[in-house]
């Protein structure tokens, strides 16, 4: 700290005063002396009545989107504020981790931050360190804010690749976009009102009887259910990071597309641990799926024909399937010959690598087509040649 070194110089001018007598020293000490003092007590009040703000867009995002925040530092006294660094010890990467201001008395500085979020994960914004000192540079001063917001990145959105519909029709069933309708005649309870119900749900002559608003629970019309099934390989050499982003940004992109129409999706991952979405519709199924993507990540050697058998009941031809997988397709075989000799609609897509696994070629041999696609996107053979264009957006 170069206060505590002017300090020494000064105790050396009291020695060498000793040596040499005090007049030959004396307006040196005395300016030293004044000079510290001074810068001690400035550094004390720089942070004095300074206070910050601190405001996010949104806590939400989708990776490639840009987090937004908005910073205040106000200064509530009369004296001017010649330099603040606010520190940011944010784990989101890319981050700005720093910025200087200047604030003159009884004013304020505002700046908007913007960071690219450019992978998906649950992220911390903050704490926030504030610095200053003296003009001297001679003793600094420093407070740590608790401001915090947790954000989360979500997976990035890629464009489709061309794809026969997974899903089979159930009869009688109709297909609405967007959301699911309540239209059907069926009524299958009755509730207590709630603030938001549609008033042409109500059950007047029932709510006349009972002395309370009631309101008609319907049966939804039928829609297909979707399943997806994310096989995360642990990460080798031949499969790393991209292979699952990828992977997990596909995923993403068609449950977002299939809850948008309406219909019930359900999403597994394989890994040593599975996790499970349960199949519903509407925008909390589209938070619950998100927010898992979000964070998985591959973990030991799953089982995919364990976690197929105990949610094979669910499956039928009005129930379709959608397996994204990083590995090499060997425990899939006979889980997947099992459904489809059911007759239940599946369609797999493997990100290709290096090592493409004979598995898939035995999934093949059972009349189920297999898209083989490159981390970036792009549709390969089996060979690993890139033969169509389908890039992710």
């Not at 304020?108 to 931050?113: E, F, G, P, Q, Y």
């Not at 977002?256 to 199949?279: H, T």
């Not at 459904?339 to 696994?357: A, C, K, M, N």
Request: glycine letters at 10%; a positive charge; aromatic letters at 6%.
């Amino acid at each position: 700290m170069n206060g505590l070194k002017l300090a020494l110089i000064l105790s050396a001018l009291l020695v060498a005063s000793a040596i040499a007598g005090w007049d030959e020293v004396e307006w040196v000490f005395y300016s030293g002396l004044s000079l510290l003092v001074i810068a001690y007590l400035w550094s004390r009040a720089s942070l004095v009545g300074v206070g910050v703000a601190r405001t996010l867009d949104a806590d939400r995002v989708f990776a490639g989107d840009e987090v937004r925040e908005r910073f205040r530092v106000a200064n509530r006294s009369i004296l001017p504020k010649g330099w603040i660094s606010v520190v940011d010890r944010s784990t989101l990467p890319g981050h700005s981790r720093s910025r200087s201001i200047a604030v003159r008395r009884r004013s304020a500085a505002v700046w908007t931050n913007r960071t690219k979020a450019v992978r998906r994960g649950r992220y911390r914004l903050g704490p926030l360190e504030l610095r200053s000192g003296d003009p001297f540079g001679l003793f600094g001063s420093r407070r740590d804010l608790d401001l915090r917001h947790e954000l989360i990145v979500y997976p990035k959105v890629v464009s489709l690749p061309d794809r026969h519909r997974a899903g089979g029709d159930l009869g009688g069933g109709m297909r609405i976009a967007p959301g699911r309708s309540s239209s059907s005649p069926v009524i299958r309870s009755l509730r207590q009102y709630v603030i938001g119900d549609p008033w042409n749900h109500i059950a007047w002559r029932a709510s006349a009887r009972h002395g309370s608003l009631l309101v008609k629970e319907l049966e939804p019309d039928p829609v297909t259910d979707e399943w997806i099934l994310l096989d995360l390989a642990p990460f080798r050499e031949h499969v790393g990071r991209e292979a699952t982003e990828y992977a997990v940004s596909l995923a993403a992109s068609f449950a977002l597309e299939w809850l948008g129409l309406g219909r019930d999706v359900g999403l597994m991952v394989n890994r040593a641990i599975p996790a499970v979405v349960e199949a519903d519709a509407g925008d909390r199924q589209r938070l619950k799926i998100l927010e898992m993507l979000a964070v998985v990540e591959p973990y030991g050697e799953g089982n995919a024909a364990a976690l197929l058998g105990r949610f094979a009941g669910r499956f039928s031809r009005a129930t379709g399937l959608i397996v994204i997988s990083t590995g090499g397709g060997g425990d899939l075989v006979a889980p997947v010959r099992h459904l489809r000799e059911r007759g239940v609609p599946i369609i797999v897509y493997t990100i290709v690598h290096s090592q493409d696994g004979n598995g898939w070629r035995e999934i093949e041999s059972a009349g189920i087509a297999v898209t083989r696609l490159t981390p970036g996107g792009d549709c390969a053979g089996i060979d690993g040649n890139h033969t169509v264009r389908q890039a992710a957006t």
